[in-house]
């Protein structure tokens, strides 16, 4: 229903158009309603369909304003009513409205990690999205580009097996791949692979610098932390053997 009504406010008499000032806890689809008017003209206020309507809707006659709205007034059929007025309102170019502390519409320029143009469109800032506001699982290879994904694009490689899509999980990767030198003394050695795991990995021998084939790598085995190597006979130092670590457990 109608709360309040105020025609000629002091400040206001004599405008063109006259203003009507409507307090109401009637939605704006209620308000809109064909002779919504009517019982203010029942009740001895006299109309024009050249004044204006600024109507301020709320739940509650102390509460404040839900929704203001500007509306224009006509008669048609013996109805007084109130219909939206479509006079466009004035706004900075590029800027929105956006409520401030005090429950005021308010121009602000849009910004942050987004940007809006005067045309409506959004637009996301370089280097705006962060691993806080990807849902887990959510980025799929279908949301890849063929060869966006660079060394510079993976942090450390910080890219889990269990992130990995099914169509993409190798079987084996290769977890080190250098070399070693002997210090010779006998037929084996063993060599310091720090995070070697005899649980997952496997020892392959690339290379030997022996040039006289005299010495045969029999055995490759990795221990923890470390590889041992046997040969068919003490190859002496000095020789350097290349060799991957595969793991192939996961």
Known sequence: MILSVNID???QSGLTPKFIYLDTNDTIAEVSTTGYLNALVSSGITLS???MALVSTRTTPNAKPVQVSLFDISYSNGNWSL???ATPLSLADGKI????AS???TAVTMSGDTTISNTGVVTIANNAVTNAKIIDDAVTNTKIIDGAVT???IADFNVSYAKLSSTWKPTAIIKYFDFVITAGGGVQETFAVPGADPSQDIVFPQAISDTTGAYILKAEVPIADSIRI???ADPGAGNVIW????RNAF
């Open 9 to 11: 406010v002091a400040g």
């Open 49 to 51: 369909e050249s004044w």
């Open 83 to 85: 219909s939206p007025n």
């Open 97 to 100: 409205l956006v409520g401030n």
């Open 103 to 105: 429950g005021v519409a």
């Open 151 to 153: 060394v510079g694009k």
């Open 230 to 232: 046997t040969w068919n």
């Open 243 to 246: 060799y991957q670590l595969v």
